[in-house]
Each structure stands twice: as structure tokens, then as C-alpha cells.
């Protein structure tokens, strides 16, 4: 068999049917798998069966990153307008309000630091057990 058949073949079969690409979508908002199933009208062994192809599950992958990556967006949005709403209330008349808003930021702050530290010192590790483990080969 040719290459090009091989791989013509390899596409076909990689490609999600109507169907799972309603299941996928399903499976974002219902994790149980019978739940879903019922919600699709499959049987149950069906889906546990598409669950093992791993085309499937790269396409539910996929679909789940894309997920937490637009909710991430949103977060990120929501807490630059939140911010502006502490910076407003940091101006304004009321000295207790003031007080609040000025120790959410420096407290969002020192965290966000304490994140930003452990995240490098967590890259450095990862360099540093790769050079080890590399020496040792």
C-alpha cells in the first residue's frame, strides 16, 4: 500500500463523525459518561468506546483547552476592570473604602509576586533535572 494511501486512510479515520463532535461538545458540560450518552441518545458503550480512540480524546482534549483558555481570557478581562474599580474607590472620599481597596491590591499584588517567584523557581528546577538527567546519560 502506498504512502499516500497510508496516510489518505490515517485522515479518514482521524476525523470525528457528526456525531462526536456532538459528543464532544456534550462531554464538555457533562462529564458523567451515561448522563451524556442519555443526552445524545447513544449507547453508553459507544462513547466509552470512542473514549479509547485517541483521536476522540485528542478532539475532547483540544476542546477542553480551548475551554479553560477562553475562560482564562474572561478572568483576565474581569480583574483589569476590577482593578480600575479599586483604583477609583482608592480615590474617592470614603477613608475606610480607601483602606480596603489599597490592601486588596497590595495583597493581589505580594501573591501575584509570590507566583511569579515560585513559577521561575520551578522552571530553574526543571532546567537544572534536565541537565542532570542528560550528564548521566
Keep these: 500500500m502506498s504512502n499516500d494511501l497510508c496516510n489518505e486512510m490515517q485522515d479518514k479515520k482521524s476525523t470525528l463523525s457528526l456525531r462526536q463532535r456532538k459528543a464532544v461538545a456534550v462531554l464538555l458540560k457533562i462529564s458523567n459518561i451515561e448522563k451524556a450518552a442519555k443526552e445524545l441518545k447513544l449507547n453508553p458503550c459507544t462513547l466509552h468506546r470512542w473514549l479509547r480512540l485517541p483521536h476522540f480524546k485528542a478532539a475532547i482534549d483540544t476542546a477542553r483547552a480551548e475551554t479553560v483558555q ?24 470614603n477613608d475606610s473604602a480607601k483602606f480596603r481597596a489599597a490592601a486588596l491590591i497590595l495583597e493581589y499584588s505580594l501573591t501575584h509576586k509570590e507566583l511569579t517567584d515560585l513559577t521561575d523557581r520551578a522552571k530553574q ?11 548521566r546519560l
Design 70 to 93: 477562553r475562560a482564562k481570557h474572561l478572568i483576565e478581562t474581569a480583574s483589569e476592570a476590577a482593578v480600575a474599580v479599586l483604583i477609583r474607590i482608592m480615590q474617592g472620599p
Design 125 to 135: 528546577l526543571e532546567t537544572m533535572f534536565k541537565k542532570y538527567q542528560e550528564e
